[in-house]
């Protein structure tokens, strides 16, 4: 892989590329403002690979219009990866392998590390309760 930044982004930093936010979001709101610098940064760095730790995700389709998103406004990004914490207090809604798959975009071997990472985290969480 090649050199470069790549960002780590926190739970909600990759909302900034939802098409509904940011077709709702008033123009002198700070949230706007944030937003802009945030994709102007991204835009700017021209990162290869995004990694993305959200709280929690349980189903395939809570990111997927954002990474689709990401995709079209950053082209260079070639890998991204959700470091996810499986979880749902009212009970998980998706397939582990199909939530694994879809919140990932990436060559085997990033995969690999990743799935791992998520099967520690996971097994994890079942012995905290």
């Not at 991204?42 to 954002?66: A, G, M, R, S």
């Not at 914490?85 to 995969?111: C, F, P, Q, W």
């Not at 990472?117 to 996971?122: C, L």
């Amino acid at each position: 892989m090649g050199r470069g930044s790549s960002p780590l982004s926190g739970c909600h930093d990759l909302n900034v590329y939802h098409p509904r936010g940011h077709a709702t979001a008033n123009p002198h709101d700070w949230k706007k403002k944030i937003a802009d610098k945030f994709k102007k940064l991204c835009q700017e760095f021209n990162p290869e690979i995004i990694l993305h730790h959200p709280h929690t995700t349980d189903t395939p389709n809570i990111w997927k219009l954002v990474w689709r998103t990401v995709e079209k406004e950053l082209p260079n990004v070639r890998h991204f990866a959700s470091g996810i914490k499986y979880y749902n207090s009212n009970g998980v809604r998706g397939d582990l392998t199909k939530v694994l798959e879809k919140t990932k975009k990436a060559m085997l071997r990033i995969s690999t590390l990743i799935d791992r990472i998520q099967f520690r985290i996971i097994i994890l969480r079942l012995y905290e309760k």
